[in-house]
Nanobody
Framework: QVQVVESGGGLVQAGGSLRLSCAASGSIFSINFVGWYRQAPGKSREFVAGITSPVYTNYAESVKGRFTISRDNAENTVYLQMNSLKREDAGVYYC?????????WGQGTEVTVSS
Protein backbone atom coordinates (compact mmCIF):
# COMPACT_ATOMS: atom_id res chain seq x y z
CA GLN A 1 0.00 0.00 0.00
CA VAL A 2 0.93 3.62 -0.50
CA GLN A 3 -0.02 6.31 1.98
CA VAL A 4 -0.51 9.78 0.57
CA VAL A 5 -0.62 12.85 2.80
CA GLU A 6 -1.20 16.38 1.57
CA SER A 7 -0.33 19.49 3.53
CA GLY A 8 0.19 23.20 3.09
CA GLY A 9 -3.34 24.39 2.50
CA GLY A 10 -4.76 27.40 4.26
CA LEU A 11 -6.22 30.84 3.89
CA VAL A 12 -4.50 33.28 1.56
CA GLN A 13 -5.43 36.58 0.00
CA ALA A 14 -5.96 36.82 -3.71
CA GLY A 15 -2.61 37.41 -5.36
CA GLY A 16 -0.79 35.50 -2.67
CA SER A 17 1.07 32.21 -2.72
CA LEU A 18 0.94 28.80 -1.11
CA ARG A 19 3.01 25.68 -1.46
CA LEU A 20 1.30 22.35 -1.14
CA SER A 21 3.14 19.16 -0.33
CA CYS A 22 2.26 15.58 -1.18
CA ALA A 23 4.22 13.01 0.78
CA ALA A 24 4.09 9.35 -0.19
CA SER A 25 5.13 6.47 2.03
CA GLY A 26 4.77 2.73 2.21
CA SER A 27 5.43 0.41 -0.71
CA ILE A 28 6.80 3.05 -3.01
CA PHE A 29 7.87 1.50 -6.27
CA SER A 30 6.86 1.77 -9.90
CA ILE A 31 5.33 5.18 -9.33
CA ASN A 32 4.90 6.66 -12.76
CA PHE A 33 2.71 9.68 -12.12
CA VAL A 34 1.84 12.09 -9.32
CA GLY A 35 -0.90 14.61 -9.83
CA TRP A 36 -2.80 17.36 -8.12
CA TYR A 37 -6.54 17.71 -8.51
CA ARG A 38 -8.92 20.13 -6.87
CA GLN A 39 -12.58 20.25 -6.09
CA ALA A 40 -14.54 23.38 -5.34
CA PRO A 41 -17.90 23.20 -3.56
CA GLY A 42 -20.61 22.01 -5.93
CA LYS A 43 -18.13 21.24 -8.70
CA SER A 44 -16.45 18.15 -10.04
CA ARG A 45 -12.89 17.28 -9.22
CA GLU A 46 -10.58 18.71 -11.86
CA PHE A 47 -7.00 18.16 -12.89
CA VAL A 48 -4.53 20.85 -11.87
CA ALA A 49 -1.01 19.58 -12.52
CA GLY A 50 0.94 16.37 -12.94
CA ILE A 51 4.47 15.09 -13.03
CA THR A 52 5.67 11.82 -14.48
CA SER A 53 8.74 9.67 -14.13
CA PRO A 54 10.96 10.41 -16.00
CA VAL A 55 10.17 14.05 -15.50
CA TYR A 56 7.46 15.54 -17.62
CA THR A 57 5.04 18.10 -16.28
CA ASN A 58 1.66 19.26 -17.49
CA TYR A 59 -0.83 21.78 -16.23
CA ALA A 60 -4.41 22.78 -16.59
CA GLU A 61 -4.74 25.85 -18.78
CA SER A 62 -6.22 27.82 -15.90
CA VAL A 63 -3.03 27.50 -13.81
CA LYS A 64 -0.30 27.64 -16.44
CA GLY A 65 2.27 30.27 -15.63
CA ARG A 66 1.11 30.52 -12.01
CA PHE A 67 1.53 27.02 -10.59
CA THR A 68 4.63 24.85 -10.63
CA ILE A 69 4.80 21.18 -9.80
CA SER A 70 8.09 19.66 -8.70
CA ARG A 71 9.36 16.66 -6.83
CA ASP A 72 12.00 15.71 -4.30
CA ASN A 73 12.80 12.05 -4.85
CA ALA A 74 14.89 11.83 -1.71
CA GLU A 75 11.91 12.94 0.37
CA ASN A 76 9.29 11.10 -1.72
CA THR A 77 7.45 14.38 -1.88
CA VAL A 78 5.83 16.33 -4.68
CA TYR A 79 5.19 20.03 -4.32
CA LEU A 80 2.74 22.40 -5.91
CA GLN A 81 3.86 26.00 -5.77
CA MET A 82 0.86 28.23 -6.32
CA ASN A 83 1.44 31.89 -7.07
CA SER A 84 -0.90 34.72 -8.00
CA LEU A 85 -3.80 32.86 -6.46
CA LYS A 86 -7.29 33.73 -7.55
CA ARG A 87 -10.59 33.17 -5.82
CA GLU A 88 -11.42 30.50 -8.36
CA ASP A 89 -8.39 28.51 -7.21
CA ALA A 90 -10.10 27.79 -3.90
CA GLY A 91 -11.11 24.25 -3.07
CA VAL A 92 -9.85 21.03 -1.66
CA TYR A 93 -6.64 19.94 -3.32
CA TYR A 94 -6.01 16.24 -3.65
CA CYS A 95 -2.85 14.43 -4.53
CA UNK A 96 -2.92 11.16 -6.44
CA UNK A 97 0.02 8.79 -6.71
CA UNK A 98 -0.20 6.42 -9.63
CA UNK A 99 1.59 3.14 -8.96
CA UNK A 100 1.52 1.16 -12.21
CA UNK A 101 -2.26 1.02 -12.81
CA UNK A 102 -3.29 1.72 -9.23
CA UNK A 103 -4.09 5.25 -8.04
CA UNK A 104 -3.66 6.17 -4.40
CA TRP A 105 -5.45 9.31 -3.23
CA GLY A 106 -4.83 11.47 -0.22
CA GLN A 107 -7.46 13.04 1.99
CA GLY A 108 -6.96 16.50 0.59
CA THR A 109 -5.89 19.88 1.89
CA GLU A 110 -8.14 22.91 1.70
CA VAL A 111 -7.19 26.16 0.03
CA THR A 112 -9.24 29.26 0.71
CA VAL A 113 -8.63 32.44 -1.25
CA SER A 114 -10.05 35.67 0.07
CA SER A 115 -10.57 38.84 -1.92
Amino acid sequence: QVQVVESGGGLVQAGGSLRLSCAASGSIFSINFVGWYRQAPGKSREFVAGITSPVYTNYAESVKGRFTISRDNAENTVYLQMNSLKREDAGVYYCVVQQSARPWWGQGTEVTVSS
